[in-house]
């Protein structure tokens, strides 16, 4: 082969790799943070009625009706029914009120993830909101592959599918969790629409089953009778029942699920004409609406299909390999309406718990870029969808290998992640009562605060699988960001940069085309200092005349990572200071710099002092405090941002 015919069959190789790695970083229809879905930022004309928007949130929430009831009678047994009424209680007297605050104080979808990270701020807070951030991703990335293995339940148990079907639960899952990719992968802009129609066919779906179930037990007491002599004859007398019920309802904490999601969703709610960014207060009203709503629907469902799918289901079949193990409801619609309607409960609970893995890839499309790449603790990449899908698909896979597409295995971490995120709302809100000096709110929130957490602490203790799981979530991010931190240390992390009029007014003053900047840290404000600064200067740098501004970083929270730099002009002592905020000094000096080169026509000349102490510990400084090694770092930073030497600002060191 020639050299040219080499060349000629290289060719299309690259351009291909290049055409897919811009494939995979355009975005796509939807953007990052407007996914219709969990934590997406619809435009205006895009917003609808709260009814409509509650069940996108009823795609994750009430979903879990296709295995909730069998989970809780598989975890408590006979018990389950009380059990279900204290979740109930739980949902109505703690999580509503809850959530209800937090609609009203997060009204922009960010959820109580985005009131503790104002209630704690700095790293403490950063560091709050990663782990966090795992446990949330533990709840949407089990959402997705729980929802698929008992899509597949109910799909290998249908008695019209071949039973060749049987044993093959793990490659189906995995089939479907592949489709879900791809619908994300092209983007999913009509997922209302769908939803509505999901949720009111699963809704009234289940109704029927509950209300024929019901009527069975009218039909034949007995059984109803024979169930609450199980109950007294392994529990004692009916208030001993009771405390076991307290004990183990933490395990049916998968009905709790749709409170994150609830407020995760506020955005797509269209508000009142005179709704503001600031105060949208039609939103949160029809967000309280929604909450409200879908947990009267939610908790009516829970304890009606737990009595009768506990009354009616011999023990044996909610065993693994039982045929109403992961789908209860799915056996009485069988059992009592026949193979027709059950088939048609199937299809229709298969499709709602596989788009409910649709509404959390969104949450996650959402979540992550809305947080981890602002705050430097992901790959610039992660802004980009299609990347994201592909990475999260993955770990789906790996989940559904580890667990064997099992829905009871998965359970637990389900559960985990679903009361750390709702004991962490409980806690915000009560800090926020708290600040705001409301007695009555911080006592009321504080006792759901010790509830949810004594929810989750037995829930972890029972079923450490699931703390597991989240930890190794958290690891991950954390281990993801801090890599991330380090590798994006040297980016400038402006995304605009303004001078003030006095700023303006002090560059443009300047004679030269020369604009010559001296570094001051502003711990000493005083005419000393600033003349010994400017003297040092001189006769280091040696500088023909006195025709400098001094250049100021404060640094008030050194956890953030980008965000707009605001330059100011200040006259002290008669020295002419250019002063700005920024999360780190160097990348400040060094974006401050570009913008003066490129936008005023200047070449900016910034004059250091070398960094006293240790170059490892002056490192660390600059990465975790902002300060540190500020030169050099200085220096990497303009290289990196200007590969043209020429066109670079100066810095210079003595």
């Known amino acids: 082969m020639t050299q040219t015919e080499s060349d000629g069959a290289a060719s299309p190789t690259r351009a291909q790799r290049r055409s897919l790695r811009e494939w995979l970083l355009t975005e796509n229809a939807e953007p990052a943070g407007k996914q219709t879905g969990p934590h997406g930022r619809p435009e205006r004309d895009r917003r609808t009625s709260w009814v409509r928007v509650m069940c996108l949130t009823g795609l994750d929430y009430f979903s879990t009706l296709g295995y909730q009831p069998?989970?809780?009678?598989?975890?408590?047994?006979?018990?389950?029914?009380?059990?279900?009424?204290?979740?109930?209680?739980?949902?109505?007297?703690?999580?509503?009120?809850?959530?209800?605050?937090?609609?009203?104080?997060?009204?922009?979808?960010?959820?109580?993830?985005a009131m503790l990270a104002q209630l704690l701020p700095r790293w403490g807070g950063k560091i709050t909101i990663l782990v966090l951030l795992g446990f949330a991703a533990t709840d949407f990335m089990i959402t997705m592959t729980l929802s698929a293995a008992d899509a597949t339940a109910h799909l290998v148990e249908n008695p019209f599918v071949p039973e060749a079907a049987q044993g093959q639960e793990v490659a189906i899952t995995l089939a479907l969790l592949a489709g879900l990719c791809i619908v994300s992968l092209r983007g999913f802009s009509e997922a209302i629409r769908v939803a509505v129609v999901l949720?009111?066919?699963?809704?009234?779906?289940?109704?029927?089953?509950?209300?024929?179930?019901?009527?069975?037990?009218?039909?034949?007491?007995?059984v109803l009778?024979?169930?609450?002599?199980?109950?007294?004859?392994?529990?004692?007398?009916?208030?001993?029942?009771?405390?076991?019920?307290?004990?183990?309802?933490?395990?049916?904490?998968?009905?709790?699920?749709?409170?994150?999601?609830?407020?995760?969703?506020?955005?797509?709610?269209?508000?009142?004409?005179?709704?503001?960014?600031?105060?949208?207060?039609?939103?949160?009203?029809?967000?309280?609406?929604?909450?409200?709503?879908?947990?009267?629907?939610?908790?009516?469902?829970?304890?009606?299909?737990?009595?009768?799918?506990?009354?009616?289901?011999?023990?044996?079949?909610?065993?693994?390999?039982?045929?109403?193990?992961?789908?209860?409801?799915?056996y009485l619609a069988h059992e009592y309406l026949g193979p027709t309607f059950g088939t048609t409960y199937d299809v229709v609970t298969i499709a709602i718990l596989w788009f409910a893995g649709a509404s959390a890839m969104a949450g996650l499309l959402n979540l992550v870029p809305r947080y981890l790449p602002h705050y430097g603790m992901a790959p610039a990449w992660a802004r980009a969808i299609r990347p994201l899908v592909l990475v999260f698909t993955a770990v789906a896979f790996l989940i559904t290998i580890l667990f064997q597409a099992s829905?009871?295995?998965?359970?637990?971490?389900?559960?985990?992640?679903?009361?750390?995120?709702?004991?962490?709302?409980?806690?915000?809100?009560?800090?926020?009562?708290?600040?705001?000096?409301?007695?009555?709110?911080?006592?009321?929130?504080?006792?759901?605060?010790?509830?949810?957490?004594?929810?989750?602490?037995?829930?972890?203790?029972?079923?450490?699988?699931?703390?597991?799981?989240?930890?190794?979530?958290?690891?991950?991010?954390?281990?993801?960001?801090?890599?991330?931190?380090?590798?994006?240390?040297?980016?400038?992390?402006?995304?605009?940069?303004?001078?003030?009029?006095?700023?303006?007014?002090?560059?443009a003053r300047n004679p030269s085309r020369e604009l010559r900047l001296i570094a001051h840290e502003p711990n000493d404000l005083s005419a000393e200092r600033y003349l010994a600064k400017l003297r040092h200067a001189r006769l280091a740098h040696r500088l023909p005349d006195d025709k400098v501004l001094f250049f100021e970083v404060v640094v008030p929270d050194s956890s953030e990572f980008e965000g707009e730099l605001l330059v100011r002009g200040i006259e002290r002592h008669g020295f002419r200071v250019l002063t700005v905020e920024a999360s780190?000094?160097?990348?400040?000096?060094?974006?401050?710099?570009?913008?003066?080169?490129?936008d005023f026509d200047k070449t900016p000349h910034v004059y250091f002092r070398w960094t006293e102490g240790n170059p490892i510990v002056n490192f660390l400084n600059f990465l975790i405090l902002g300060i540190g090694e500020i030169a050099p770092m200085t220096r990497e930073i303009l290289r990196e941002a200007e590969p043209d030497v020429t066109k670079r600002p100066w810095v210079h060191v003595a």
């Not at 609830?262 to 503001?276: F, L």
Request: aromatic share 6%.
């Open 225 to 330: 009778g024979d169930w609450w002599a199980t109950l007294t004859t392994q529990h004692g007398n009916p208030i001993f029942a009771v405390a076991v019920a307290l004990l183990v309802f933490p395990k049916l904490a998968l009905g709790l699920s749709g409170f994150e999601t609830g407020v995760a969703v506020m955005p797509q709610i269209r508000g009142d004409a005179g709704d503001t960014e600031e105060r949208p207060e039609g939103r949160i009203r029809g967000a309280r609406r929604l909450l409200l709503t879908s947990a009267l629907i939610m908790s009516g469902f829970l304890i009606t299909s737990s009595i009768t799918t506990v009354a009616l289901i011999p023990a044996k079949e909610f065993q693994p390999g039982g045929a109403a193990n992961g789908r209860a409801l799915a």
């Open 407 to 507: 829905v009871d295995a998965q359970g637990a971490a389900y559960a985990t992640g679903v009361l750390v995120l709702m004991t962490s709302a409980a806690i915000a809100v009560t800090l926020s009562a708290r600040r705001r000096r409301q007695r009555g709110a911080s006592i009321g929130f504080g006792i759901v605060s010790v509830v949810f957490l004594f929810t989750t602490l037995a829930n972890i203790i029972e079923r450490p699988d699931g703390i597991r799981i989240a930890a190794l979530f958290i690891a991950g991010i954390v281990l993801v960001s801090l890599v991330s931190r380090i590798a994006r240390s040297t980016e400038l992390r402006a995304t605009a940069v303004r001078l003030d009029p006095a700023a303006e007014a002090f560059v």
């Open 70 to 113: 069998a989970i809780a009678a598989l975890a408590a047994g006979a018990v389950a029914p009380l059990a279900t009424i204290v979740l109930v209680l739980v949902t109505l007297l703690g999580a509503l009120p809850v959530y209800r605050r937090v609609a009203r104080e997060s009204p922009h979808g960010a959820g109580s993830i």
């Open 584 to 598: 780190t000094v160097p990348n400040a000096i060094a974006a401050v710099a570009m913008h003066l080169h490129e």
């Open 199 to 222: 949720v009111a066919a699963f809704l009234l779906l289940n109704f029927i089953v509950v209300v024929v179930a019901i009527g069975h037990l009218f039909a034949a007491p007995v």
